[in-house]
């Protein structure tokens, strides 16, 4: 029989060639489902600023939402507010935290705090038995192989959950103790690369936002707080309106919808960026684009202003704008991307910047081109390095997702 229809994983640590295959376990062998913790009240009510892990009073809230993020929420909790702390003890991070209904198989581990913490409605909390490695278990719940397990056993229904009986069902292969803690340690560690290259990525975010603070002047201000040395004697900005400084080449905008596009290699933008890739286009120079409407120009988890360059198609929900001075155009989408433009908006279920509104936002500028010039091959230099941390981030994550696809075994339905 050949290793593809074995239970052997395709990379191996050369001590464990030997070893045989792994065995099928159901999950529930491998765990225990201490709680489905369901809280009595409204969450939305929880609207305190609290330090975290102040004191004993505070608990830590999970939400289903902050699974994708991988972070805790810090909240107050009292009995008399209806809430109470989980089993009444602590949890010391050997226990993994999974959302069963919505976004279901989303896991979470918990870090080692000695503090006690309470879970929001729809989540289980997983307690390892002592033949397995928790880490391990944890590793192997990330897998795709095990979210499409559990996706399939949800069955039609308009809200996604998963009960205890269908997860504990679910078929695993693992090995012996001792493999599962080598496979854990290597993922860890990669883990541990990551969370450290996306901390200097928060970092260099932060820097970012404090030069945009201290590079622009702030509101009532003619000046910024950090200036060049050689512009340090050139006086107070001005502030011009955005359809003084830029031309509007809106009226050039095309939207098509996804069956009437014919597919190439020019890039089709959107509110957010691109969306598709077209045959023909519409623009063929450096041009900015604004966000026209969207849950993003509130949100902002993407930029709202972005530079197109080249061949180019825009559709109807981004606006564009030419610049005779490219670095006026830079200092223009760093900061629109910096401010609060809420005031700006029309629309409630669906936040709009129409061209009236887009055309009287106040944008401030030195009066110097050479500073301008300054500021924005500063600001990009910045922005480049971003991008580069972001990319090595995610060609870890890739690398990371291959080891794991190589480490495990598929088990053959």
Sequence with gaps: MSNENKLIPELRFPEFENDGEWEINEFGELINILADYTANGSFASLKENVTYYSSEE???????????????????????????????????????????????????????????????????????????????????????????????????????????????????????????????????????????????????????KGLMQNLFPQEGEKVPKYRFKEFENDGEWVEKKLGQIAENLDSKRIPITSTQREKGKVPYYGASGIVDYVRDYIFDETLLCISEDGANLIDRNYPIAFTITGKTWVNNHAHVLRFENFDTQILVEKYINAINIEDFLTGMAQPKLNRGYLDIIPIPLPKNPKEQQKIASCLSSLDALITAQAEKIEQLKLHKKGLMQGLFPKINE
């Design 58 to 208: 505070y608990a830590v809230l999970v939400r289903t939402t902050d699974l994708d993020k991988k972070t805790f929420t810090p909240a107050r909790f009292t009995d008399k507010r209806g809430y109470e702390f989980l089993s009444k003890t602590s949890l010391f991070g050997n226990e993994i935290v999974m959302a069963n209904v919505g976004s279901i198989g989303k896991v979470f581990r918990v870090p080692y705090y000695n503090k006690k913490m309470t879970l929001a409605p729809n989540t289980y909390v997983l307690k390892f038995n002592d033949f397995v490695e928790e880490d391990f278990i944890y590793q192997l719940m990330l897998r795709s192989e095990f979210e499409k397990q559990l996706l399939s056993m949800v069955g039609s229904s308009t809200l996604m959950a998963i009960n205890k009986s269908n997860l504990r069902s679910i078929k695993v292969a693992v090995p012996k103790k001792i493999e599962q803690q080598k496979i854990a340690s290597c993922l860890s560690s990669l883990d541990e690369i990551i969370a450290t290259h996306s901390q200097k990525l928060d970092l260099l975010k932060d820097h970012k």
